[in-house]
């Protein structure tokens, strides 16, 4: 079975197999284990829960910037009317 490229991998992809490295090291942590394994079980679900606020980080910066956006086509809108209704007024 050909491994998946790394540069091609999915966020839902990413966190299955950060939790199904979590639950090996979880499970397998008392059974004779090597200490660096153990600290890497520990690691990946401190990476996974890094990679959850870093996706909820970039939902609400993608939500204020969308909000900004509307914000300033607003504006513009508004300042084009105005415009409008400026030259209409001064050729009528």
């Given amino acids: ?3 998946p490229d790394p540069n091609k991998i999915d966020e839902v992809q ?3 197999f ?3 490295g979590a639950q090996f ?3 397998n942590s008392g059974k004779n284990t ?3 394994l153990i600290d890497l079980g520990q690691r990946v679900g401190a ?3 890094t990679i959850k606020q870093a996706s909820e980080s970039s939902s609400n910066l993608a939500t204020a910037l ?3 956006t509307l914000a300033l086509f607003i504006v ?7 415009q409008t209704v400026s030259m209409w007024l001064q050729f009528h």
């Fill in 18 to 20: 950060l939790v199904a």
């Fill in 34 to 36: 090597p200490n660096i």
């Fill in 76 to 82: 513009g809108a508004v300042g084009l009317l105005l």
């Fill in 1 to 3: 079975m050909a491994l």
């Fill in 14 to 16: 990413l966190q299955n």
């Fill in 25 to 27: 090291f979880q499970w």
């Fill in 66 to 68: 969308n909000r900004f």
């Fill in 47 to 49: 990476l996974r829960e």
